[in-house]
């Protein structure tokens, strides 16, 4: 039985993919309310009502379930153990809250995937300076020291080369969790953006190479421009994967394609993601209106892209101060080129504050039309 009009999305996080979660949901008769800390959320721009609340705030995330129909995230950062003791309200909660709280802890995803014969890069836990040190012989004298919890867009990672670094490491993450991952030379990082429904359908958008500035994304190209074997390992990964995790909606599979070709798994985001953003102008059904029918019990759409190419660039903010876009009627002077703008304030460097999708005959020619966008707009 599917889901019929007139029923509430409870999204937990307001931020601009619970904006576009919004935008592909109204449409299809759905009302939303999302959970935020901030008041004003870019979600509530668009339609969405805003309960003001910690995502760790377990009366806020009750309120939520309560006033929902179908309750699902934005964000992996909240209190997902709360969340898995409010699944005692028998509300539709997707992906499952076991999925969020695995996804969570990354040395705990890592263990999964590698139980599950899904390909990751070597890995250990570290619990003192000592591990560390000997993680750093063991894996060759460079390797990565990440957050077990809570790291985005580069936050809560650090390339280690020598015992200086590690000292250096663990004066900056203080107390926090640690595990070390080995340095796994890459030529490219690729992307999948995976669909699971409540009835287990698996739909596959198609590869995508991300471009990254500084360990936040930047540019993501769509088609990934790597040879057909990447494409089958990747493709194969990724289904095997949302196979694997348990309840519905989008999932984002970051991929590194390894010096000798073979592809691993870096990261999985149990949501919507900014490797997908393309897919709002490039594909037949976007991640967003996907998301939305996965959790809601509907069919799944069609992944197929509507124009041979297309490339997102991620706006990010150039100051620290109020929010202020110029030039925004030169960048639609762009043709085949379209902008979403988050209503973040304030702006912050390298916060996302919006993107710019171009598409094209190839990867090239939107590539041109996106970064000309892009030069004439400012945040």
């Known amino acids: 039985m599917y889901a019929m009009s007139g029923k509430t999305i409870g999204i937990i996080g307001g931020g601009q993919l619970g904006r576009m979660l919004t935008l592909a949901a109204k449409p299809m008769g759905f009302d939303v309310i999302v959970l935020d800390p901030g008041e004003n959320a870019p979600a509530t721009h668009v ?13 806020a995330l009750q309120q939520l379930v309560e006033q929902a129909d179908y309750i699902t995230a934005e964000i992996e950062h909240m209190d997902a153990a709360a969340l898995q003791e409010l699944e005692r309200l028998q509300k539709p909660i997707n992906p499952a809250p076991a999925t969020i709280r695995l996804i969570q802890d990354k040395y705990k995803q890592k263990e999964f995937l590698r139980a599950n014969g899904v390909a990751v890069a070597d890995f250990v836990a570290i619990e003192s300076e000592a591990d560390a040190k000997k993680a750093l012989n ?7 020291l990440k957050t077990r919890h809570g790291a985005y867009d580069g936050r809560g990672n650090m390339v280690v080369k020598s015992p200086k670094d590690v000292k250096d490491a663990f004066k900056k993450f203080g107390d926090t969790p640690l595990y070390a991952e080995k340095f796994v030379p890459f030529t490219q990082e690729i992307a999948v953006m995976v669909a699971r429904s409540t009835t287990s359908e698996v739909a596959t958008y198609p590869v995508v190479q991300t471009i990254q500035q500084r360990n936040i994304c930047l540019e993501v190209l769509a088609p990934a421009p790597v040879p057909e074997s990447v494409i089958k390992q ?12 348990k309840g519905a909606g989008t999932f984002g599979i970051e991929m590194f394609v390894t010096t000798n070709g073979k592809v691993l798994i870096n990261e999985i985001a149990p949501r919507v993601h900014n490797s997908g953003h393309y897919t709002i102008e490039a594909c037949r059904t976007s991640q967003f209106e996907q998301h939305v029918r996965a959790v809601t019990g509907l069919p799944l759409g069609d992944t197929s892209m509507v124009t041979p190419a297309a490339v997102m660039i991620n706006i990010l903010g150039e100051r620290d101060g109020p929010t202020q876009v110029t030039g925004l009627d030169n960048m639609l002077a762009t043709p085949h080129t379209s902008v979403h703008i988050y209503g973040k304030s304030p702006t912050k460097v390298d916060r996302k504050m919006g993107h710019i999708t171009a598409t094209g005959a190839t990867v ?12 004439k707009l400012s945040i």
Request: proline share 0%; hydrophobic share 40%; aromatic share 4%.
């Open 47 to 59: 339609g969405a009502s805003q309960i003001v609340g910690g995502l760790y705030d377990k009366k």
């Open 138 to 144: 063991d894996f060759g004298g460079k390797m990565l």
């Open 234 to 245: 990747a493709m194969q990964l990724a289904r095997k994967t949302a196979k694997l995790l």
């Open 364 to 375: 090239e020619q939107a590539r041109k039309r996106a970064r000309s966008a892009r030069k």
